[in-house]
């Protein structure tokens, strides 16, 4: 069986100290954390996200990031199909390294 290739929605940078309200996307997310930290509410989860850690997003569930203070991250919303994506909001991140898992 051959699966389509994922299709890239939008991709970005956020600097800042402010937080972003709550907001869904038609698509999954992963948001790398490049400096500060910051905790990303996806569904009942709550994902504590240091430098260095990769959160992983499932599409459609509302999300809402709090930055206690200034944070960079870079994001990408894509869209795949079914069964391709674990739904589990998660956060990837090597044991005592600051690089996101791979």
């Known amino acids: 069986m051959i699966t389509a290739l994922p299709r890239l929605i939008s991709a970005g940078r956020f600097s800042g100290s402010r937080d972003c309200p709550w907001h869904a996307h038609e698509g999954h997310e992963i948001v790398l954390v490049e400096s500060g930290s910051c905790s ?10 240091p430098p260095g850690s990769l959160a992983i997003l499932p599409r459609g569930l509302p999300q809402y990031q709090r930055s206690p203070g200034p944070v960079r991250t870079c994001y990408a ?13 998660r956060v ?3 044991a005592g390294d600051s690089r996101p898992a791979r």
């Open 40 to 49: 990303i509410t996806c569904g009942d989860a709550v994902l504590e996200c």
């Open 77 to 89: 919303v894509w869209q795949s199909g079914d069964g391709v994506l674990d739904p589990t909001p």
């Open 92 to 94: 990837l991140r090597l």
